[in-house]
């Protein structure tokens, strides 16, 4: 068991790693958007805070995981532990559980203010691409141990589909913060189903209607469920980042680290005071991404 749980885990942190890589030589030949700032200091900037938030994961969030779902296993405690089903059926169940959970989840992040101070970081990226995946701060790592320990006993997810979930989750995250062009028609397939780069990059948007909506992370279907679906913004007219923190300094390292512990600004308003909107009407919300 032991020896297949470290297989398990290898296998979780190379396949992300390959697809990295390979997103990121793809991105830089078939761009999506253009960069907005240098590229080498971003990259420096999102990989020390991406590489605090990994070491948290790895250290903090997968033991206190595993522990409960090695404890709920034990026990028979949860949702799909106390109901006898078929392991393929248990299985669709709990992945799809633990993806809706996790849409929740990022919605908490998104409205609850104390929350937000720490997602903030992740958005006040002025570029978006492959190095924007785990740029988290690592205290939002830190304290989402406690919703994912909530998350994985409440379900009772099995161990096995725990990290067949955990591995699919990286990689779609990988993908859909990745600045890869896709053909729109590829694009617009995938999209039907799963999250794709420009359906996120409109997450991303500087626009405060916008930024609140496309939460999902692996199927798509969560936001068209609860009516925060948004596919019918232009690419050409994103602008990625936090209106309030766009100027270079917001983006230093320790500027990002110490960005949540302080006075925080009016998030939506750009430096001259003017507000960051566009009108988006609600019967045109899930027009197809262009």
Known sequence: MTEQLLRDNIAIGVIPMVIFVALLLVESRFPLRLSKSSKQKR?????????????????VVKPVALTVLSWSS??????????????TVKF???????????YYWHRL???????WRFHNVHHVDPDL???????????????????????????????VIYLVYELVFQCATIFHHSNVRLPLGVERGLNKIFVTPRMH???????????NSNYSVIFRWWDLL???LTLNVKQTDVVIGVPA?????????????????????????????????????RHSRAILLS
């Open 43 to 59: 990259f420096l900037t999102n990989f020390a805070v991406s590489g605090l938030a990994i070491a948290t994961g790895a250290f």
């Open 74 to 87: 034990e026990s028979a405690y949860g949702l799909l532990g106390r109901v006898p089903l078929p392991l």
């Open 92 to 102: 669709i169940l709990a992945f799809l559980l633990m993806d809706v959970t996790f």
């Open 109 to 115: 992040n998104h409205s609850i203010p104390l929350l």
């Open 129 to 159: 691409d492959v190095s924007t995946s785990f740029r988290f701060h690592f205290a939002e790592v830190l304290y989402s141990s406690a919703f994912r320990a909530l998350q994985v006993s409440v379900i009772g997810v099995p161990l």
């Open 201 to 211: 990059g409109i997450h991303h948007s500087t626009m405060k209607d916008e930024t």
């Open 226 to 228: 609860h009516g925060t």
């Open 245 to 281: 923190y766009l100027e270079p300094q917001a983006n230093r390292f320790l500027n990002l680290l110490f960005l949540p512990f302080r006075k925080q600004r009016d998030y939506w308003r750009l430096p001259d005071g003017t507000s960051s909107r566009r009108q988006i009407t």
